[in-house]
């Protein structure tokens, strides 16, 4: 329970990260219903893993995203949920319907933070104290009795750890916007010793930016009311006075008494009132209560807490909704897929009407000929609107990243520099949105267990400065995502002795591709301490089936002491290429673009024979390897006065062959498609697209191509 | 370009509905919940080095489906493509796979008690592709296991290690 959450530093930064505020809220939104589904269809007699792991990875993904954002209080109550989670899941707990009870509001207050934040940040926000104080309970293994709602806190005076207290006082939530200067009024004691309560004054003094402070005279006896002029919440003055004096001993007006104070504080009131002269009255009884204090501090009874956060939740939550019609929507995959296939159909009955009406008198059919026109254009049109839809660059992605390092950074304290390449990789939308939760445990996890701390890294004479390098790529018939960080590594031993303690079986005689797919096993970590970053193992379980999810595979490649590399294969479903198409007998083929360096129409006497009949052409001073795709396609020749006498040389993994080929027919776009959905793998082909007379076309595996010519 | 409305399989007696079509002067009947739909033929993009009855691909609304020539396949004399010939669509295990046949005659509902075994027969497929041998008055229906006939390897619609 020695965890303590870190508020992210927000100031100062040098990146925006407004722009994903939107993408962010939505998925947190989603998260939290499959969160509350989940919860809901709990069977606490007999939760399996799975489902406990599903819930946990809900609260894991809003905690991870709302760090990232810097939405500190959201962040800091589902880490709370997240540990009392993570008990359950490793049946260190048994789960009990008060937690689920506790869960779903948890999650509710966190849907209504979060719809503060969208509205930015105006409106009270929920209190999450005496939910967090809840979940500690729950996780430190208390049930709360049904019937004794009311529990006496101990002493102000002797802040003696209850088990309530064990968790480290939470930061609570900011309980009104900050930014603003308020003029408050504070109230302290009555205390013992009044003196006590002048040490705030230097409170002020010392922190610069608090704001001013004076004294009030005409204090009853025994306390003292400062007047208060600051930007600061509540809850963080709260904090601050907790130094020196017991937060309930402390009563925060606005000066304008218009009773903005926060729910806790509410409770606070509540208690002092009904209370009157002796505020410990209530609980006379209670055992353990010292009697004879002049203060009793009393934690507002835990039952009432909540419902005065529900109270205040009921209003965010309208807001929230009247937020949520957005500018985008989210539409299912599903849906553009079909879009496309339509609109596929459309061009196709378009180029076919143009061939029919090819042959009517231009004067005599006019107006339909006009019309055919307009057609043409509207439908390519709709089709490259329609296509836009679904791909966007890798840099969507990759620009998340920059940022979340460099705090990431700042809180490990470790120096990372981020290296991306391949930015302009298109990569369907679908995946990117797939892919960006992957890869940002992959980067975390990277940052976190990989780079060493810079004095390490200079005493094992590397740079001080960790990189982890980005890139993306289209290879053959895939995408291929990397990351990769010259760190540590991973330990062989430790991952095996790991795997041994959590009873999986191992043996010295694996290899190291195969110890490195243990760290995919569910709750699976190398790190010594768990910490908000990363360290609960839930990150490779997480990344490996997001990525199985969508037909890809994880590899990891890594030297002890040198670092590693994750690399993420995605298949190209729909991914988006630039394509030359050539032409051999009457066949087309398609050659992704970027993998062709030059073409040239080929003379006789260029192309020399080696010995085996493999031939060789020249070009400037270079031989290289010929394919004539005439012979290894078996393209049946219908006229045989067209030969193939132009060569295309194509470059993959670093070699290049030329490709004979008849003819040169135009560059474009096409849309990648899975040959292996319905058939299966062909040699030399990596995919196929669809011509804009609706016949399929192959596209070339330049790296199969390469690799057979260089064999 | 028809498309066969999927039968409800409700009746009693535990009689099946199949789609019966002719290859030269063979009947053959295969379940009708297999059948997506039915269209002309079309040309194929060609495949290299695969085998003849492969004829190749086709694009079905932005889906690559193979075609598979049954009447080669099944050795018949004649494999004439014209205006007549049938593309049946099948959709088996959520793979899409069109088949050519001479002609689709009409869909039938068969008992349990009118499909015999059938014999131990050389022929160009798997025995155990045959579910037996239905007989309609004067007519016998030879039915197939489509699925089955489909995914096996020498059909090489997928890799041997799938």
Same mark, same amino acid.
């Given at each position: 329970m020695a965890e303590t959450y870190q508020e992210g530093s927000g100031a100062g930064a040098d990146f925006d990260l407004s722009q994903f505020y939107q993408i962010f809220f939505e998925e947190a939104g989603e998260n939290l219903d499959q969160m509350e589904q989940m919860l809901l269809n709990l069977? /606490? %007699?007999?939760?399996n893993d799975e489902e406990l792991n599903g819930i946990f990875r809900c609260a894991h993904s809003i905690k991870g995203g709302s760090a990232t954002f810097g939405f500190s209080d959201v962040a800091e109550l589902t880490h709370q949920m997240e540990s009392l989670l993570d008990r359950l899941r490793r049946h260190e707990l048994q789960p009990i319907p008060q937690m689920v009870d506790v869960l779903l509001e948890s999650a509710d207050a966190s849907r209504s933070l979060l719809a503060r934040h969208q509205a930015g940040g105006q409106g009270e926000a929920v209190s999450t104290t005496s939910l967090v104080r809840r979940i500690s309970d729950l996780a430190a293994g208390l049930v709360p009795g049904d019937t004794a709602p009311v529990v006496a806190a101990p002493p102000p005076s002797a802040p003696a750890p209850a088990p309530v207290a064990a968790a480290p006082a939470p930061k609570p939530s900011s309980s009104s916007a900050p930014g603003q200067a308020r003029q408050l009024e504070i109230q302290i004691g009555p205390l013992d010793r009044p003196e006590q309560a002048d040490a705030i004054k230097e409170l002020f003094r010392d922190i610069p930016g608090l704001g001013a402070i004076r004294d009030v005279p005409g204090s009853p006896p025994n306390t003292r009311v400062f007047a208060v002029e600051t930007t600061s919440t509540n809850d963080d003055l709260l904090d601050l006075f907790a130094f020196h004096?017991?937060?309930?001993?402390v009563l925060i007006r606005d000066a304008a008494g218009d @009773? %903005?104070? @926060?729910p806790d504080d509410e409770a606070t009131a509540a208690v002092d009132t009904s209370g009157g002269e002796a505020p410990y009255g209530f609980f006379n009884g209670a055992p353990g209560a010292p009697h004879g204090e002049a203060t009793q501090a009393v934690h507002a009874p835990a039952p009432q807490a909540p419902k005065a956060a529900t109270r205040v939740a009921a209003e965010p939550k309208a807001a929230m909704q009247a937020q949520m019609e957005s500018t985008t929507i989210r539409v299912d995959v599903k849906k553009v897929d079909q879009l496309i296939n339509l609109v596929g159909e459309l061009v196709i009955t378009q180029a076919m009407l143009a061939q029919n009406s090819r042959g009517l008198d231009a004067g005599a059919y006019q107006q339909l000929l006009a019309g055919l026109a307009d057609l043409d254009r509207n439908t390519r049109d709709l089709q490259e609107s329609v296509m836009s839809i679904r791909m966007i660059p890798m840099s969507i992605v990759f620009s998340r990243f920059p940022r979340m390092l460099r705090d990431l950074a700042n809180k490990l304290g470790k120096k990372v520099e981020l290296v991306t390449l391949g930015e302009a990789t298109e990569l369907d939308k679908g995946l990117v949105e797939k892919i960006t939760d992957p890869l940002t445990h992959l980067v975390r996890n990277s940052c976190d267990h990989g780079i060493e701390m810079p004095a390490d890294r200079l005493a094992k004479g590397k740079s001080e400065h960790g990189t982890i390098t980005l890139s993306a790529s289209h290879q053959g018939g895939s995408i291929v995502i990397e990351v990769r960080d010259d760190g540590r590594g991973l330990s062989r031993e430790k991952i095996l002795s790991k795997a041994q303690e959590r009873g999986i079986e191992v043996s010295e005689q694996m290899s190291d591709a195969e110890v490195w797919q243990l #760290?995919?096993?569910? @709750?699976?970590?190398?790190?010594d301490e768990v910490t908000d970053v990363s360290g609960r193992g839930v990150g490779m379980d997480v990344v490996k089936r997001n990525i199985a999810a969508l037909n890809g595979s994880v590899e990891i490649d890594s030297a002890e002491g040198y670092g590693m590399k994750v690399s993420v294969r995605l298949p /190209?479903? /729909?991914? #988006?290429m630039d394509g030359m198409s050539v032409g051999v007998g009457e066949e087309v083929y398609i050659l992704p673009l970027s993998s062709v360096v030059e073409s040239f129409q080929v003379n006789a006497d260029d192309v020399s024979t080696v010995a085996q009949g493999s031939q060789l052409v020249k070009v400037r001073d270079e031989y290289m390897p010929v394919i004539a795709l005439e012979k290894i396609f078996q393209v049946p020749r219908f006229d045989l006065n067209k030969s193939s006498n132009i060569m295309v040389v194509v470059e993959a993994d670093g070699s290049r062959v030329a490709l004979l080929v008849d003819e040169l027919l135009g560059q474009h776009q096409v849309v990648v498609k899975n040959l292996e959905s319905n058939y299966r793998k062909v040699p030399n082909v990596s995919g196929a697209t669809i011509l804009g007379d609706g016949t399929v076309a192959l596209i070339l595996d330049t790296g199969g191509l390469v690799r057979r010519a260089r064999h | 370009m028809s498309v066969i409305g999927k039968a409800a399989d409700a009746a009693p007696t535990g009689a099946r509905e199949y789609l019966t079509f002719r290859l030269d002067q063979e009947e053959y009947g295969i379940d009708i919940l297999k059948v997506q739909e039915i269209r002309g033929y079309e040309p194929p993009t060609r495949i290299a080095n695969a085998p003849d009855f492969i004829k190749g691909v086709v694009n079905l609304r932005g889906t690559i489906v193979p075609i598979v020539d049954m009447r080669i396949k099944f050795n018949c004399a004649q494999a004439d493509y014209n205006s007549f010939t049938v593309v049946i669509i099948l959709n088996l295990r959520n793979r899409v796979v069109g088949i050519v046949v001479d002609s689709v005659s009409d869909v039938m509902e068969l008992t349990p008690e009118s499909i015999r075994s059938a014999p131990d027969i050389e022929s160009a497929?798997?025995?155990?592709c045959i579910l037996g041998l239905g007989s309609v008055g004067e007519r016998m229906l030879i039915l197939l296991d489509i699925e089955k006939l489909m995914s096996s390897v020498d059909m090489g619609l997928v890799t041997a290690n799938e």
């Open positions: 069977d /606490l %007699s007999s939760a004096v017991a937060k309930e001993q @009773g %903005s104070a @926060g #760290i995919f096993a569910p @709750g699976f970590s190398t790190a /190209l479903t /729909l991914a #988006i | 497929i798997d025995n155990s």
